[in-house]
């Protein structure tokens, strides 16, 4: 029986749909290729002039708490999703990934004054209000159990800060908490005088998401080397990212290129997402890699820890039909468990590229699969490509070489 990645897109979605990861409106969806409706292209941004379509591709069976979950990416580059279902494939040999997100979903908001040093006074006196006034800016989030929970104050220099942590449930919360930060600054100017320098939301957040997995040696053999050495070397890589900025910045990368293809097929705001998560690497002074990786006792545990600010509902999410459907694969019912599968996501990620990194090397895998790419920007056309995909395996690529044996295959 072929394997998941051999089957054609029609089988695989044909797969799916048979065990049940699918329901058939989301088959049919995926199998007609459609792009967005004009209308709903026409209103995401301003001066429509064309769609711009990437490929999704499905990271299969990667079990995250339990649950055996189709993790949706969209991206561009060919290894991504190649290297997370092989992560997966390993991290399921291991009982899968645990993870584990914050209670509440806090979004916080900064309204900023210069040179006001009463803030915190005011803030104070009028606390009960701001409380009022945030609801009444945006009841339905309340009613909803979210809405402003706590109240701070911070002063650097001349700036003092009101901070406003609102609990934005099951949304990535932008434009709440903007809305919220907005009122409660106009309500301050109008009793008090003060005068905001400005109001909104940040996409920093220490409230991070965390997933672990413990992997048999077994499961980490190359043909070259042991599983037992393999992960010695992991534990080692990942000490030098600790100690390393140029490493460590490329190993957060590499996890984001699941992390953020995954948001982008959820609809989500995959810039506000990296933006925290890149703030949160740098959070102790010193830019840390987002995972670590510790040998003992025949396993290798890996963990990592990040924020990440998303939503189920909201923004574009609504809009498009795929986000639906990335969520339907993932078996995502609530933001907890999208924060869940997509920490796990980027630790499987994380430990492809590892393994590959301290075993053959990232780029015999990398370039087997970026020859595609190769192929059509050499001109390949239809079946050539896969026939020209074939030829370029194995030799060393360069689009020269690429274009001399396009025109061979088609002189035969
Ligand atoms: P929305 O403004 O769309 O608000 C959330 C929507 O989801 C509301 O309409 C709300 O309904 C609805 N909703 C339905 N069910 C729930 C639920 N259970 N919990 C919460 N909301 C629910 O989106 P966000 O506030 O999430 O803002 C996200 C958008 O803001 C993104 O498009 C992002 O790109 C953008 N943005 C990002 C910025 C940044 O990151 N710096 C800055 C500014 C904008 P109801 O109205 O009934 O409450």
Redesign the pocket.
């Known amino acids: 029986m072929p394997k998941f990645y051999e089957l054609s897109r029609e089988d695989r979605i044909a797969q799916l749909l048979a065990d049940a990861r699918l329901s058939q409106a989301a088959a049919t969806h995926l199998l007609a290729n459609e792009p967005l409706p004009e209308a709903t292209a026409a209103h995401l941004t301003e001066n429509q002039i064309g769609q711009f379509p990437l490929p999704l591709g499905v990271v299969h069976h990667l079990q995250v708490n339990g649950v055996s979950r189709e993790v949706a990416i969209a991206g561009e580059e060919p290894s991504v999703v190649a290297a997370a279902s092989n992560g997966a494939r390993m991290a399921n040999l291991g009982g899968g990934v645990t993870g584990v997100a914050p209670d509440m979903h806090v979004v916080d908001a900064e309204i900023v004054f210069a040179n006001a040093p009463e803030v915190a006074t005011v803030v104070q006196a009028h606390r009960l209000q701001i409380f009022t006034v945030a609801e009444s800016a ?1 009841p ?2 309340v ?2 159990g ?1 809405g402003l929970k706590a109240i701070h104050t911070d002063t650097t220099g001349q700036f003092t800060k009101i901070i406003l942590s609102v609990d ?12 919220i930060a907005e009122a409660v600054a106009a309500y301050l100017e109008a009793t008090t005088g003060l005068r905001r320098l400005f109001a ?2 940040s ?1 920093y957040s220490e409230q991070t998401t965390r997933a672990e997995v413990t992997i048999p040696h077994a499961a980490l053999a190359t043909k070259q080397a042991t599983g037992a050495h393999i992960a010695a070397q992991i534990a080692l890589a990942s000490q030098f990212a600790q100690l390393d900025v140029s490493r460590a910045t490329t190993n957060n990368k590499g996890i984001m290129n699941g992390v953020s293809g995954a948001a982008i097929a959820l609809g ?2 995959y ?2 997402l990296e ?1 925290g998560v890149y703030a949160f690497a740098a959070s102790t002074g010193t830019y840390q890699p987002l995972s670590t990786w510790e040998n003992s006792e025949g396993q290798l545990h890996g963990v990592i820890e990040l924020p990440i ?1 998303v ?6 999410i ?1 809009a498009l039909p795929l986000a639906k459907v990335s969520q339907q694969l993932a078996q995502i019912t609530c933001v907890r468990e999208e924060q869940e599968v997509l920490a796990s996501l980027g630790l499987v990620q994380n430990l492809a590229a590892l393994r590959a990194l301290v075993g053959p090397g990232i780029q015999s895998g990398h370039m087997a699969l970026a020859a595609g790419s190769l192929a059509i920007s050499a001109g390949a056309k239809g079946s050539e490509v896969t026939v020209l995909t074939a030829q370029l395996q194995g030799k060393k690529q360069s689009l020269a070489l690429a274009k001399t044996l396009l025109a061979q295959i088609r002189q035969q």
């Open positions: 945006h339905s989030i009613r909803r979210g934005v449930q099951e949304a990535m919360g932008a434009n709440i908490v903007n809305t909104i939301l996409n989500n705001d810039r506000a933006a600010q939503g189920t509902v909201g923004g574009a609504g």
